[in-house]
């Protein structure tokens, strides 16, 4: 059995593959130092499993926490895997295609193409998971995720979002009445707590959304696969398809997104 950990900025994530008849195994855990977060995980991984230390492999480590490990955890065989190269393989592996570019939606957002066995690092941007939880914290005073998305769930984005149709007649070309010409750029004084949520999710989802078509269309692929965190939530999903409908480009959520790391790690 191999072991990959993925030791993220905000969560540490474990998979276990080749573990016989269970498939792959998965467990996550919060990472406060890095050594805590990947042997706390591990650990839990093992003991939640009925697993055995003797039947592991190797470990492979990846995630900005994985240059904090030192040496081979638990005296057995650990390498560190780039990033990267663990997000595309995993992502690859989880989408069960060969040419895909791939968004990871973590604390901030990673870019990746994957073309056969190539795997090579685009880019990406600041905004991620992280802005909507800075944000909400500032801004409405809430730390807890599952509460920002049950207000953001109850908002009108109408009124924070300057839209195409506030400013234009109709359509402006492509783009329907209902986008957002500004993000936060309306803001009216009337605006509640929940359309502040819903706008926080609006631009955090909207600029990772076109940030991956155009690097979708600069590469001539039309699949985006969403992984990371980011990837299973319902309102950022939305986002990301009424983007899919007017750049005719596909969002793919697989199960499992949030592991992708953690996954393609082991299999590297
Ligand atoms: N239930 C949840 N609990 C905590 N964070 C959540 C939850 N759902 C979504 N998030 C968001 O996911 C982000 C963390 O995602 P993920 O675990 O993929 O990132 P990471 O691997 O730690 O970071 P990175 O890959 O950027 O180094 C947090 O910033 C948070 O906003
Ligand atoms: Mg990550």
Avoid: C, W
Avoid at 87 to 111: E, F, P, V, W
Avoid at 158 to 170: C, F, K, P, T, V
């Amino acid at each position: 059995m191999v072991i990959g950990i993925d030791i993220g900025s905000t969560t540490t994530k474990v998979a276990a593959v080749n573990s016989g008849k269970k498939g792959i195994i998965m467990v996550r855990t919060k990472a406060f130092d890095a050594i805590t977060s990947a042997t706390g995980a591990f650990g839990k991984l093992l003991v939640e499993n009925n697993l055995n230390l003797a039947n592991i492999e190797k470990i492979n480590i990846t995630g900005v926490g994985a240059s904090r490990i030192p040496g081979n955890l638990f005296g057995i065989a650990t390498t560190r895997i780039d990033e990267m190269v663990a997000i595309g393989t995993g992502g690859k592996y989880l989408a069960k295609k060969d040419r895909i570019i791939i968004s990871n939606i973590g604390t901030g957002t990673a870019i990746i193409q994957v073309d056969g066995s190539a795997i090579t690092h685009l880019g990406g941007t600041g905004v991620g998971g992280g802005t909507i939880t800075g944000l909400a914290r500032q801004l409405l005073n809430i730390s807890d995720f599952d509460t920002i998305m049950n207000y953001a769930a109850k908002g009108n984005i109408n009124n924070i979002d300057l839209q195409i149709g506030d400013i234009a007649e109709g359509n402006i070309g492509f783009l329907n009445r209902e986008y957002t010409a500004s993000n936060f750029g309306k803001m009216l004084d009337t605006a509640t707590r929940e359309d502040i949520a819903a706008g926080i999710l609006n631009l955090t989802y909207q600029v990772i959304g076109m940030v991956s078509v155009f690097a979708a269309r600069s590469k001539n692929n039309d699949t985006v696969v969403v992984t990371g965190n980011g990837s299973n939530n319902i309102l950022g999903q939305k986002i990301l398809a009424s983007i899919s409908s007017m750049y005719n480009i596909q969002f793919e959520f697989p199960a499992n997104a949030e592991f992708a790391t953690a996954i393609g790690a082991a299999q590297s």
